[in-house]
């Protein structure tokens, strides 16, 4: 099967699924108001936004939309990957895709491309409106290149991604793994808690992961921080993505082979 083929396929799976469950999707484009307007609504009956400003260097609203959409963005695309082999279990077509020929670290890197397209969406639906109000028409650019930048972690964020899928879906309860893994990682990027704040074992791990470089790089970006030294942080995420890559293609064999040996159990 070529891989336009294999493109056209998940797109129409992710697009007929958004349409069936059109709830879901409106809640996908507030999530980030909601999580902002929450988190706001906590922080100021504590204390002032003046601290939070001093201390971290963006106002609060703008921070936390754009937390909460680095985040939303990121599962949106990598839960799909991690998540792929059991949902394909519980509908029981997981012993077609281990019997296809298909190279299956082509068939994961495809999963999240439509629901990246969400992400550019979701960019629009959350990030410009705050942006607009709060820096003008300057506000519309920061908003485009954030989302860019965005993107550019979900794609660093894959081989990663696949590593973890055939490390855990190659051992029994991969779920019960997933979701203790799942967690760490997403606070690990650094989004809703700067890894400058980190303990230190807490920043070492969070260099390991491509996207917090990205994420470091949007946070300089909003505190007005434009050096080289974003330069480097992107250089670096997309090195790490790089060095994953044929990790996360021997994992994709070796929970192949496993499955195999195992006959594929679908129950």
């Not at 129409?12 to 999530?31: D, H, N």
């Not at 298909?102 to 990246?116: S, W």
């Amino acid at each position: 099967m070529r891989i336009i083929n294999l493109i056209k396929a998940e797109y129409r799976l992710v697009y007929a699924e958004m349409i069936r469950r059109r709830s879901e999707f409106i809640l996908l484009l507030l999530y980030p108001y909601i999580f902002t307007g929450f988190i706001l609504l906590l922080g100021y009956s504590a204390g002032s936004p003046r601290v939070f400003e001093a201390r971290i260097g963006v106002d609060p609203a703008t921070f936390l939309v754009t937390a909460g959409f680095t985040v939303m963005s990121l599962s949106l695309c990598v839960d799909e990957i991690l998540w792929r082999p059991i949902w394909e279990m519980w509908i029981g077509t997981l012993p077609y895709v281990i019997a296809s020929p298909v190279n299956k670290l082509y068939l994961f890197a495809i999963i999240p491309m439509p629901r990246a397209t969400l992400v550019i969406l979701l960019g629009l639906t959350s990030l410009i409106p705050i942006y607009i109000v709060r820096f003008g028409f300057e506000g519309f650019l920061l908003a485009l290149l954030i989302t860019i930048l965005v993107l550019l972690g979900v794609f660093t964020m894959l081989p990663l991604s696949i590593i973890i899928t055939g490390l855990v879906h190659a051992v029994g309860e991969s779920w019960r793994v997933l979701n203790i893994v799942r967690p760490l990682v997403m606070v690990l990027l650094g989004a809703y808690y700067p890894r400058f704040y980190m303990p230190l074992v807490a920043r070492l791990l969070s260099y390991i992961i491509p996207p917090s470089h990205v994420v470091e790089s949007i946070q300089r970006t909003l505190m007005g921080i434009i050096d080289q030294w974003i330069i480097l942080l992107l250089a670096i995420a997309l090195l790490l993505a790089l060095i994953y890559t044929p990790a996360g293609k021997i994992s994709l064999v070796f929970w192949e082979k496993r499955k195999v040996k195992e006959g594929v159990k679908i129950s």
